[in-house]
């Protein structure tokens, strides 16, 4: 099966530059997504193919991915962006969903 | 715009068959994926399975043998069926679209950007 490792935790002061990676095996070559979870709601996507916003998504909110590791990068962090990550992936080898384990982004 | 909204018991005996549903207004349910996903309480997010408008289906490997999604079109719902629960079954349940798109370069992607609130379902006698 497919794996995609998150840091558990990532701490940013206000006005600073996030950054959240996920790892997984040729990551660079698949289109992983990221999504935001703020403490009881529902997950929001926030970034799909690579580095796309969906409507109503601030542009602070940037994608990027190479190798093996995907980067979710909140710039200008505001305590609003305080949530938990989970990156996304299509593993294409058995045509199943896969998530990371998520990253909590504290700011403070 | 599409609305997800799940339903069903928020409690379930161990043993028995946990069943929600998923209704989606404000859009057709044909030509999308949609997908089940459950979080434990304090855990991550876990993917249960989807199902496409035609039926065809695919599930996470570790619930397989327990999970069955169906889709009814006449009344835009997808439905979950999960069988022999325990407590460890006990968490927030979801509904999402999940599109799945194809690029020539690097095959097929997926995302999911319509959620439902989601349910919260206990195992417990």
């Known amino acids: 099966s497919y794996d995609l490792t998150q840091p558990p935790s990532v701490s940013v002061s206000p006005g600073q530059t996030a950054s959240i990676t996920c790892s997984g095996d040729?990551?660079?070559?698949?289109?992983p997504c990221w999504y935001q979870q703020k403490p009881g709601q529902s997950p929001v996507l926030v970034i799909y193919?690579?580095?796309k916003r969906p409507s109503g998504i601030p542009e602070r909110f940037s994608g990027s991915n190479s190798g093996n590791t995907a980067t979710l990068t909140i710039s200008g962090t505001q305590t609003m962006d305080e949530a938990d990550y989970y990156c996304?992936?299509?593993?294409?080898?058995?045509?199943?969903?896969?998530f990371g384990g998520g990253t909590k982004l504290t700011v403070l | 715009q599409v609305q997800l909204q799940e339903s069903g018991p928020g409690l379930v005996k161990p043993s028995e068959t946990l069943s929600l549903t998923c209704t989606v207004s404000?859009?057709?349910?044909?030509?999308?994926?949609w997908s089940w996903i459950r979080q434990s309480p304090g855990k991550g997010l876990e993917w249960i399975g989807y199902?496409?408008?035609?039926?065809?289906?695919s599930y996470n490997p570790s619930l397989k043998s327990r999970v069955t999604i169906s889709v009814d079109t006449s009344e835009n719902q997808v439905s979950l069926k999960l069988s022999s629960v325990t407590a460890a079954d006990t968490a927030m349940y979801y509904c999402a679209r999940l599109d799945i798109e194809y690029s020539r370069s690097l095959g097929y992607y997926s995302y999911m950007d319509v959620w439902g609130k989601g349910t919260t379902v206990t195992v417990s006698s």
């Open positions: 996304q992936a299509w593993d294409t080898s058995t045509a199943e969903v896969v």
């Open positions: 404000g859009g057709s349910i044909s030509y999308y994926y």
């Open positions: 199902i496409y408008d035609s039926g065809s289906t």
């Open positions: 040729k990551l660079g070559e698949k289109y």
């Open positions: 193919e690579d580095n």
